[in-house]
């Protein structure tokens, strides 16, 4: 497997292991195949902004995924600030959620079809934050 990740860090916080973290995940999932995905870190007012132009929504959210085509599988935005609001252990794990579940919709789950895909999208999320090798390295300061 060949993940390549295009990272760009907005956000103000030092992240680092993102690379490593997103390669541990597809390998849990068992994908082999060589793809490319984007991650964005970014502040409320950034994701707010695509939150309204894509889905019509006038707040700031934790995570959007926007899917690509061919080996390009798609982008990630994730929300540092709204990730600070919302954590309940630690930022460094609710990052790791954001980008699990981020990666989960770009590999075509959706948990707001109906309740069986919303228990079959949270499962597999905690399996994989269960079994994950990696851990992002996030300066909490």
């Keep these: 497997m060949a993940i390549k990740v295009w990272l760009t860090n907005k956000s103000g916080k030092k992240i680092n292991n993102v690379k490593k973290f997103i390669k541990d995940v597809f390998n849990f999932l068992g994908i082999k195949d060589n793809l490319e995905i984007s991650i964005l870190f970014c ?5 707010k ?36 609001e919302q954590k309940e252990e630690s930022l460094k794990n ?3 959620v954001l980008l699990i579940h981020g990666i989960l919709h770009l ?10 895909e919303y228990i079959k999208f949270f499962n ?17 300061v």
Excluded: W
């Design 94 to 96: 609710e990052i790791e």
């Design 49 to 84: 902004e695509l939150n309204k132009k894509y889905r019509g929504k006038d707040y700031p959210t934790d995570v959007l995924s926007f899917e690509g085509m061919d080996k390009f599988l798609g982008d990630i935005v994730i929300s540092v600030d709204k990730a600070v």
């Design 124 to 140: 597999m999320q905690n399996e994989i934050i269960k079994n994950k090798k990696e851990e992002i390295l996030l300066d909490e």
């Design 43 to 47: 502040n409320n007012e950034f994701i």
């Design 107 to 116: 590999l075509g789950y959706d948990h707001e079809k109906n309740k069986e």
